[in-house]
């Protein structure tokens, strides 16, 4: 499945996206697990560990991680940095200090709109800093209120 969706990815984004997708999965956390969510690959706590599941589809696994390469731009949709401001703070610091174009994100999505502005180092270290357990935790920390 990931090997078809990069391939299919445009030539323009393929490299650096496949390059984002190896960043990702060396720094993931264990416990998360791949697969393929909403025409994404995506990185999610599986239902053995979290049989909830998503609170608005609870039989799919809990969704953490989403990469999408778009016409226009690479997508990281990180629910960590959402749910997080303090993690959501460190991010945008560091990115100020290491790239100088403007960040381009919205709530959970951070956009690049050039393959050689992605801070892949920066993106594993974010990758690196949420668990599963602590995900779960914040996720339903939010879906209580």
């Known amino acids: 499945m990931k090997n078809t ?3 299919l990815v445009d030539e323009k984004w393929r490299e650096g996206f496949a390059k984002l997708v190896d960043v ?8 998360f697990e791949e697969s393929m969510n909403y025409d994404m690959i995506s990185y999610v706590v599986p239902l053995s560990t979290y049989p909830k599941g998503y609170h608005c589809t609870p039989n799919t696994p809990l969704p953490f991680i989403s990469l999408a ?3 226009r731009h690479i997508a990281v949709y ?3 940095i959402y749910s997080d401001p303090a993690l959501l703070s460190w991010f945008q610091e560091e990115y100020m200090k290491r790239v100088p174009t ?3 994100m919205g709530k959970s999505c951070i956009r690049f709109t050039s393959t050689k502005t992605i801070p892949y180092e920066l993106i594993g270290k974010l990758v690196s800093k949420m668990t599963p357990a602590q995900w779960i935790s914040k996720y339903e ?3 209580n209120k």
Do not use: R
Not at 24 to 31: C, Q, R
């Open 102 to 104: 403007k960040l381009n």
């Open 5 to 7: 969706y990069i391939e």
């Open 69 to 71: 390469a778009q016409k």
């Open 141 to 143: 920390g939010e879906i």
């Open 78 to 80: 990180h629910m960590g």
């Open 24 to 31: 990702v999965e060396s720094n993931l956390p264990e416990g």
